[in-house]
């Protein structure tokens, strides 16, 4: 293992424990950086530790209080002097165990708390727990960079001057907070299966790390069938991972994949939790979801897919969570189904309205259907369009192929 994938896998599960010792998101963001560079310099010389994350977490501990240390020394704030005192106590009577346990978990809950605004909670969870830049999220948002950064901003500051807890809450404070939990660990599971940046399609530490999440939070909310459903969708959609790109990074459709590469273990699992949830009730967005997943891991062969019933529950989901990205996978399921020139109607009229202005797969969708119908030219400028708006590299690469593969029609 190198230090640059110990950077991509751990920084922030390393960056939610030193949170949570420092009570400072900024100081804790500095002093990861301080001690993966101690760790550059130092590792090559000295070899990897058994332990790199508590090696990182220990080495980050120490450079903050360093930093603490500096800044008092050369500012004389006294109440930075009485924090390093307390916090060199703090971090020397905490035992690592308890220093790398379910930090993650916490941190969401503590930037999910109350208090915060709710415009600011998913989009701080996703810069520390996901690691994304404010330019990242602000543009997941359609929001302006500087109006994301002040919001991240303030919502540090509030957490500091608050003292909001770092914990996961008593049970009477947890149904409160648990649709913003639920759709934060959604958020980055989002981000790990289909990166919108970047040069790889998926970032399975990502994933994992979402799916570890939904594990705990179902432990601690048993009776929550919408936070089984969550589970149940990461399974079945993690489940497809290694059919999903080629041994050269190339992606690879859901119809044209292997299915023998698909994890069998995941699916049952995820089958099994999406019929218990949809049993005790669950319609929420996540059941519904997790519904329309299950359909796809059931079917054997792509032309066993039942698409008449992935489009109702489209329908249902619209009704349940309207979205103009559910309007378009519904209208994806309604072309598949029967009718590629109604799923063809559908995504005009919803790039009429604008609503998805900028998002690159629309205009994908749209070429998709045009070339299922053999509209080579006007597929080849849907497809052109779409690599305008495409981040992705991964992605960008395919929308390539398939201008291509458009020209290449023409010109046969």
């Known amino acids: 293992m190198t230090i640059e994938q110990i950077y991509r896998e751990e920084s922030g599960r390393i960056l939610a424990t030193l949170i949570r010792l420092l009570g400072d998101f900024d100081l804790a963001e500095e002093a990861v950086q301080e001690a993966f560079s101690a760790a550059v310099e130092h590792w090559p010389r000295e070899g990897m530790p058994a332990n790199p994350r508590a090696w990182l977490v220990s080495a980050g501990r120490n450079k903050a209080v360093d930093l603490l240390r500096r800044r008092a020394w050369f500012e004389a704030k006294r109440d930075e002097l009485a924090r390093l005192s307390a916090l060199a106590e703090e971090v020397s009577e905490t035992p690592e165990e308890s220093m790398l346990n379910d930090d993650r978990l916490r941190l969401i809950f503590t930037c999910c708390h109350p208090a915060l605004a709710r415009e600011a909670q998913v989009p701080l969870t996703l810069r520390t727990l996901c690691g994304l830049s404010t330019e990242e999220i602000a543009r997941a948002f359609l929001v302006p960079l500087p109006t994301m950064a002040q919001r991240l901003v303030r919502a540090k500051q509030k957490i500091r001057d608050a003292g909001i807890p770092y914990r996961v ?79 050269s990074g190339e992606i690879v459709l859901l119809e044209e994949q292997d299915r023998s590469k698909w994890h069998g273990e995941q699916i049952h699992e995820g089958l099994e939790l999406t019929e218990r949830a949809l049993g005790r009730g669950a319609r929420g967005p996540y059941a519904l979801q997790a519904a329309i997943a299950a359909l796809h891991a059931q079917a ?47 995504l005009d009229a919803l790039e009429e309205r604008g609503d998805l202005k900028g998002y690159y797969l629309l205009p994908a969708a749209r070429g998709d259907l045009l070339r299922r119908m053999g509209s080579w030219k006007a597929a080849e400028g849907a497809f052109a369009d779409a690599l305008l708006l495409v981040a992705n590299d991964a992605e960008r690469r395919f929308l390539e192929r398939r201008v291509a593969e458009m020209k290449g029609k023409i010109g046969g």
């Open 169 to 247: 809450p008593a049970d009477e404070e947890l149904t409160e907070r648990l649709e913003t939990v639920l759709l934060v660990v959604y958020l980055v599971f989002n981000e790990g299966y289909n990166a919108t940046s970047g040069d790889v399609l998926v970032r399975r530490e990502l994933c994992g790390e979402a799916i570890r999440l939904g594990r705990l939070l179902h432990k601690l909310m048993p009776e929550a069938a919408e936070a089984e459903a969550l589970l149940a969708l990461m399974l079945l959609h993690d489940s497809r991972r290694d059919a999903r790109a080629s041994a």
């Open 300 to 346: 054997r062969r792509p032309e066993e897919t039942d698409w008449h019933q992935i489009a109702a529950l489209y329908e249902l989901l619209m009704q349940e969570q309207p979205s103009p990205v559910v309007e378009l996978n519904r209208a994806v399921a309604v072309a598949m189904g029967s009718d590629a020139a109604e799923g063809l109607r559908l």
